[in-house]
Every structure is written in structure tokens, then in C-alpha cells.
């Protein structure tokens, strides 16, 4: 961990999805959402390597942001603002779960990026006020099917299939979300880096900006951008992306139906 970073979780116990803080290789159980109430311990522990790891919150709405690195812009102009779309909270898998290729999909991509986990409402809050509502953040995989994408009147297919949107492995808080480091590696070979002062729009501004139009709530997800150039994904692949202070969110990528 760095500089105090705690790491909050979401797993599968016997009686369903637990919430828990992250000590080690132990998972301390707690008694509610951290993100909305003080968390406390239930007095069990589990060991990580025993249970299924959730998406490490439960967003009402999970907002994305394209062409948030210059490295990713490819001659395309700089943006005035930032260019939001939508993700489904069905879209999320958690970490270790499989990315599912649709039958007919042709050219879906790795998109690998720093996620935002919001904990405290934002509603036209100013770029000063934003910090106080991030809870902490996680990594995440913006998969896209390139050829939806520009084919589609909208991205419902090409950015929302379920499986499309791993994140985690946990939340980490207490990090300086503006300078983490970035990587995403495609069966353990680099394929993209960063840094977080890269981005066109730092967080702050993206929560100002996003809380502007639509009400943010804790849990809510924003993903902040990819850096760099993306390639597609097979069947039989796997793709980790790691955030410096978070940890490494890893995924195999399978056929679908």
C-alpha cells in the first residue's frame, strides 16, 4: 500500500455478496457498505484466495470518458470538454471473471483505465469541492467492439455488453489520484502506459463537470479515460491492467455465445 492506502472489497460469501477491508492476504469482513457508513467488523475473516471478488461497489450509474490522454487522440483534435458516455451496471464483471466475446463481434479491444469511486453526493459541485466526494479508486478495462462502435447510432452493444466493464480488484483509498501510474499487459507483455497528470482532464474536473448534469451518488463509477493505442482481445487471452497503489485487475477473455 502507499502512504496509509487502505483497500475495501466486495466478495461472495455463503449468504451472498459481503463487503470487506482488505489486511493482507485476509479479507476482514464488514457490516455494511463503507461507502455508506463507518465501516465495522463482523469478527470473521476469509482468506483471499478462497472467495470470488465482486465489482468493488454497486453503482446506480457508471459514466466513461473518451479521448481523456493526448497519447489516444491520433491527429483527432484536443476536446473542448470532456466526451461522456454511459456504461451499464450490468456491464461489470469483477477481477478473475471472464471477458465474454460475443458470437458476432470482430474487433473488441482492451481499453485500460483509472476508475473513480464516488462516496459522498455531487451535485454541481465546483472543481475545488470534487475532491471531497471521491471515496477512492480502482482499476478498470473499457472493453469496446471497435466496429459497433462505428457502425451503431449508439454504443449499447460496442461499450455495454455484459463482461464489458471489469473493475477492481478493490477500492483503494488515501492515494494522490493525480499522478498514478498505469499499465495494461495482454498475456503478460506491456501494451499500455501512463501517468494520471497525463490526462486532459484531471478527476477533479471530470467529477465537476459530470456532477453538473447528472447527480452523482457513492458507488457511482467514472472511468477516466485510456491511454495510448488498444488492440483487440481473443479468446484465450488475458489482460491485466494495473494501477500503482491499487493492485492488478486480471481477466481471461473467452468465447461467448
Known amino acids: 500500500m502507499i502512504d496509509g492506502s487502505e483497500r475495501f472489497l466486495r466478495f461472495v460469501a455463503t449468504e451472498g455478496a459481503c463487503f470487506g477491508r482488505l489486511d493482507g492476504d485476509t479479507i476482514v469482513e464488514l457490516d455494511g457498505d463503507p461507502l455508506l457508513e463507518p465501516p465495522r467488523e463482523t469478527g470473521r475473516t476469509f482468506s483471499l484466495g478462497d472467495v470470488k471478488l465482486l465489482p468493488p461497489s454497486a453503482p446506480s450509474k457508471v459514466i466513461a470518458v473518451g479521448l481523456n490522454y493526448r497519447s489516444h487522440l491520433h491527429g483527432r483534435p484536443e476536446p473542448k470538454h470532456?466526451?461522456?458516455?454511459?456504461?451499464?451496471?450490468?456491464?461489470?464483471?469483477?477481477?478473475?471473471?471472464?471477458?465474454?466475446?460475443?458470437?458476432?463481434?470482430?474487433?473488441?479491444?482492451?481499453?485500460?483505465?483509472?476508475?473513480?469511486?464516488?462516496?459522498?453526493?455531487?451535485?454541481?459541485?465546483?472543481?475545488?469541492?470534487?475532491?471531497?466526494c471521491?471515496?477512492?479508486?480502482?482499476?478498470?478495462?473499457?472493453?469496446?467492439?471497435?466496429?459497433?462502435?462505428?457502425?451503431?447510432?449508439q454504443w449499447v452493444r460496442a461499450k455495454g455488453c455484459d463482461g464489458f466493464g471489469p473493475v477492481g480488484p478493490w477500492i483503494a483509498t488515501g492515494l494522490d489520484y493525480r499522478d498514478l501510474?498505469?499499465?495494461?499487459?495482454?498475456?503478460?507483455?506491456?501494451?499500455q502506459a501512463a501517468r494520471t497528470r497525463d490526462l486532459i482532464f484531471s478527476v477533479d474536473e471530470l467529477v465537476s463537470y459530470i456532477s453538473r448534469y447528472v447527480t452523482l451518488v457513492p458507488g457511482d463509477l467514472i472511468f477516466t479515460g485510456t491511454p495510448g493505442r488498444t488492440a483487440a482481445m481473443d479468446p484465450g487471452d488475458s489482460v491485466d491492467v494495473e494501477v500503482e497503489g491499487v493492485g492488478v485487475l486480471s481477466n481471461p477473455v473467452v468465447a461467448g455465445a
Not at 460475443?102 to 470534487?130: F, M
Not at 501510474?181 to 501494451?191: A, D, F, K, W, Y
Request: hydrophobic share 40%.
Open 134 to 153: 471521491v471515496f477512492g479508486v480502482t482499476a478498470g478495462n473499457d472493453v469496446s467492439e471497435r466496429n459497433w462502435q462505428k457502425g451503431d447510432l
Open 181 to 191: 501510474g498505469i499499465e495494461v499487459r495482454l498475456n503478460g507483455e506491456p501494451r
Open 82 to 132: 470532456p466526451g461522456l458516455f454511459a456504461k451499464f451496471p450490468s456491464t461489470l464483471i469483477g477481477h478473475g471473471w471472464p471477458i465474454e466475446i460475443p458470437a458476432d463481434a470482430s474487433d473488441v479491444h482492451y481499453e485500460g483505465e483509472l476508475v473513480v469511486v464516488i462516496g459522498r453526493e455531487a451535485r454541481r459541485v465546483s472543481v475545488a469541492e470534487a475532491a471531497g
